[in-house]
T-cell receptor, first 115, second 113 residues
Framework: DTGVSQNPRHKITKRGQNVTFRCDPISEHNRLYWYRQTLGQGPEFLTY????????KSRLLSDRFSAERPKGSFSTLEIQRTEQGDSAMYLC?????????????FGPGTRLTVL | KNQVEQSPQSLIILEGKNCTLQ??????????LRWYKQDTGRGPVSLTI???SENTKSNGRYTATLDADTKQSSLHITASQLSDSASYIC????????????WGAGTKLIIKP
């Protein structure tokens, strides 16, 4: 399968714990995006990488959130000291730069439940 | 403020019937407008994409229209199937942004047999 993959698919944690999610984009897609989606809402932009450079961060990304893409391939999103309000679906998307359209290809998401 | 609003919030129709979902946006200028289909618990999948100069685009039983003057788009689904049950999200790309997409909240469509 050459689509965007995310792991784990589901994560249940207790409030105050740290969690880390992984995203593997489509090979050769140099742009990578993280979104958060709550029930009944569209995805909310969190952050964006071009290769290994993090070019933009939403104000939604508090200092408890950090994202990395060290080698310009896979990316990780870490949430420290989780809160119940962090419960959501975390989506990753990728796309190539220079494409004629800017369609983003989404992974299946990681559903986080904070108890 | 750039916004995308969709209606209805949810819709239930019988299998085989047609339906039309609406999207109003205030994003201006914009480069393109997309409709995504999102199955429950899955990531969104692109259905159609239209630039500001296009006014219709089809993908099988899905037909999207765009009126840039009134800032409205619609997604028409013909001969609905049970597998069409999903959320349909309207997404607009602002002209001046390299990364930011403006997402609607989606319309939840349920097809009943």
């Amino acid at each position: 399968d050459t689509g965007v993959s995310q792991n784990p698919r589901h994560k249940i944690t207790k409030r105050g714990q740290n969690v880390t999610f992984r995203c593997d984009p489509i090979s050769e897609h140099n742009r990578l995006y993280w979104y958060r989606q709550t029930l009944g809402q569209g995805p909310e932009f969190l952050t964006y990488f071009q290769n290994e450079a993090q070019l933009e961060k939403s104000r939604l990304l508090s200092d408890r959130f950090s994202a990395e893409r060290p080698k310009g391939s896979f990316s990780t999103l870490e949430i420290q000291r989780t809160e119940q309000g962090d419960s959501a679906m975390y989506l990753c998307a990728s796309r190539p730069s220079g494409a004629s359209t800017d369609t983003q290809y989404f992974g299946p998401g990681t559903r986080l439940t904070v108890l | 403020k750039n916004q995308v609003e969709q209606s209805p919030q949810s819709l239930i129709i019988l299998e085989g019937k047609n339906c039309t979902l609406q999207c109003n946006y205030t994003v201006s200028p914009f480069s393109n407008l997309r409709w995504y289909k999102q199955d429950t618990g899955r990531g969104p999948v692109s259905l159609t994409i239209m630039t500001f100069s296009e006014n219709t685009k089809s993908n099988g039983r899905y037909t999207a229209t765009l009126d840039a003057d009134t800032k409205q788009s619609s997604l028409h689904i013909t001969a609905s199937q049970l597998s069409d049950s999903a959320s349909y999200i309207c997404v607009v790309s602002p002209m001046d942004s390299n990364y930011q997409l403006i997402w609607g909240a989606g319309t939840k469509l349920i097809i009943k047999p």
